[in-house]
């Protein structure tokens, strides 16, 4: 429908909807509101200061009390004793020597010269294949010797007579060659033979199977009676026990000096531990580590090496490893309890004593060595005799008033003159280090 010659008054209007829309109303409600608002938010602002200058205050003044009171604390004496310094590792019980012993020769297995579990000793006779078929070859072999070997003299004496004849100007010389041709001939089948001789007498000494090794010998695999295919079947195992190996991977970072120091002693000693890390098994050294690093796991293999005279490793048994790399004839030595972390790194809680007798606790950092379970080595911080803090160190601060008493260890001694020779309890088996010491090997006390 056309729209020509309509007024503007019957127009259609049309509203765009960028077109802000007017609203109604007054400007002072608006102002009213965000006045009210502020002075909202002004109120509880103030409230939170507050609170915080109220509970700033009590704080204060709790200090204040505290400084004025004389904490209760228990306290330990730095000691210096032999420490020896050691890495540890998770070992898996491996036989010096495992061997699975197969026939080399087949036949009927004969009754076996053995009992499960037995201990052998090397090229004793453990097991036997029927010898008949192999003693009746080596019985041809040698008849083909004494047959060849007839023929060997019979041939020699026909070559002399021939020779005689032969410088009388009786016969030719082509006979006179072949019958040196013929003894050469007997001559190489009597060599063949005593080869063959040597072939059938092998194996019928094989026949007779004998202990590789000195070890204990496992479950029989094979009963008698049974046909044993030669190099293929297995007959049973043994491994030996004494001496006998574990090998544990140790990290590349520490793998320098276990080197360096393998190369200057020859034989660091090793510590073999149960799986708590608490009973010492037995004792033995380190003999060798693998040639190359495992770029999966950043670790290198090592091989110790233990007596084992009491049997008591046992293959694929695990045990908790400490490799000895150096022994400290007078490290300082604190409970574990005793070492706190900050901003400034490791320290402990220094009591001193006036000439008054009266007690203050002081921070002191140190520089952490070697730490394992309840024992912690220092390098620097302390000295010999100090007290420093075990319990009570969390309400402690510079300078504070305290009522120092001796700490009571789990092994009965008291914490300020304590015994040594101790054995602290164990961790958790894979060596640890805290403070400055980290990446270093953990330590124990020696047995």
Request: glycine fraction near 8%; include cysteine; aromatic fraction near 6%.
């Amino acid at each position: 429908m056309s729209t020509q010659g309509a007024p503007e008054s019957q127009l259609p209007t049309f509203t765009s909807p960028h077109q802000p829309i007017e609203r109604k109303g007054s400007p002072w409600v608006r102002i009213v509101v965000y006045v009210v608002v502020i002075g909202l938010l002004g109120v509880i602002g103030w409230r939170i200061y507050q609170n915080q200058q109220i509970a700033k205050q009590q704080a204060q003044g709790a200090a204040k009390a505290l400084a004025g009171q004389k904490v209760p604390v228990q306290v330990a004496a730095v000691q210096a004793r032999p420490m020896p310094i050691f890495l540890t590792a998770l070992g898996t019980v491996t036989p010096y020597m495992s061997v699975t012993v197969k026939a080399r020769v087949s036949g009927e297995l004969l009754p076996v010269k053995f009992t499960e579990g037995q201990q052998v000793k090397q090229g004793e006779t453990i097991m036997v294949i029927d010898p008949k078929p192999y003693q009746a070859a080596l019985d041809q072999a040698k008849g083909n010797l004494a047959h060849d070997q007839a023929l060997l003299t019979n041939a020699q004496a026909e070559y002399a007579r021939y020779k005689a004849l032969f410088d009388a100007g009786v016969t030719s010389k082509e006979t006179l060659d072949a019958d040196k041709a013929a003894q050469g001939q007997y001559q190489g089948a009597i060599a063949a033979d005593n080869a063959a001789i040597e072939t059938a007498q092998l194996q019928l000494n094989w026949c007779y199977i004998q202990s590789p090794i000195p070890g204990k010998i496992g479950l029989r695999l094979v009963d008698p009676g049974n046909i044993i295919t030669a190099n293929t079947t297995n007959l049973v195992v043994i491994n030996q026990f004494q001496p006998i190996a574990v090998y544990f991977t140790l990290p590349e970072e520490d793998l320098p000096e276990v080197l360096k120091k393998l190369a200057a002693d020859k034989r660091l000693p090793v510590d073999a531990y149960d799986q708590d890390d608490t009973k010492k098994l037995t004792s033995g050294y380190l003999l060798t580590a693998d040639n190359q690093i495992d770029t999966t796991t950043g670790t290198d293999k090592l091989k110790a090496v233990f007596e084992n005279k009491d049997s008591s490793l046992f293959p694929n048994q695990f045990v908790n490893i400490h490799l000895t790399l150096e022994n400290r004839p007078d490290a300082l030595v604190v409970p574990s309890a005793a070492i706190q972390t900050g901003i400034q790194g490791s320290y402990v809680w220094v009591v001193n004593t006036d000439d008054k007798g009266a007690a203050t606790a002081k921070i002191q950092t140190v520089k952490v060595a070697l730490a394992e379970g309840q024992i912690t080595i220092l390098d620097s911080g302390v000295e010999k005799g100090q007290n420093v803090v075990v319990d009570g160190a969390d309400r402690l601060r510079n300078g504070q008033a305290v009522v120092a008493s001796v700490a009571k260890q789990h092994t009965g001694q008291t914490g300020a003159t304590p015994q040594g020779g101790g054995q602290p309890a164990s961790g958790s088996g894979t060596g640890h280090s805290a403070g400055s010491g980290a990446g270093k090997p953990a330590s124990k006390e020696q047995q």
